[in-house]
């Protein structure tokens, strides 16, 4: 059974800087393709970054582009996310996914390509 538990947010000022975690287990971690999104209060979810299996190829949102960061370390089974520059607009609850599937490259900014989530960690930006 897969489970990602994330870590790391809090409460930050605008301009501020967070560095959030992932850890999984149950899965092999190396064959996974993760995932963050985010999802604001009366909003949908919404995707973040994602990183392919060996962290050669990452994916972004347009809005954190050159603010926020993944990476992974396989031999620690855990994913980053660091998120820079912060915006109160970046308030949100951050969840991290996983998939194995193979999917289009676009699939990868979708919730529909992943299948395991956690439980989230919240991120709130003052300004």
């Known amino acids: 059974q897969v489970q990602l538990v994330e870590s790391g947010g809090g409460l930050v000022q605008a301009g501020g800087s967070l560095r959030l975690s992932c850890a999984a287990s149950g899965l092999t971690f190396s064959s996974y393709r993760m995932g963050w999104f985010r999802q604001a209060p009366g909003k949908e979810r919404e995707f973040v970054a994602a990183i392919n299996w060996s962290g050669v190829s990452t994916y972004y949102a347009d809005s954190v582009k050159g603010r926020f960061t993944i990476s992974r370390d396989n031999a620690k089974n855990t994913v980053y996310l660091q998120v820079n520059s912060l915006k109160p607009e970046d308030t949100a609850i951050y969840y991290c996914?996983?998939?194995?599937?193979?999917?289009?490259?676009?699939?990868?900014?979708?919730?529909?390509?992943?299948?395991?989530w956690g439980q989230g960690t919240q991120v709130t930006v003052s300004s």
């Open positions: 996914a996983a998939s194995a599937r193979a999917v289009p490259a676009l699939t990868t900014t979708r919730l529909s390509g992943y299948d395991s």
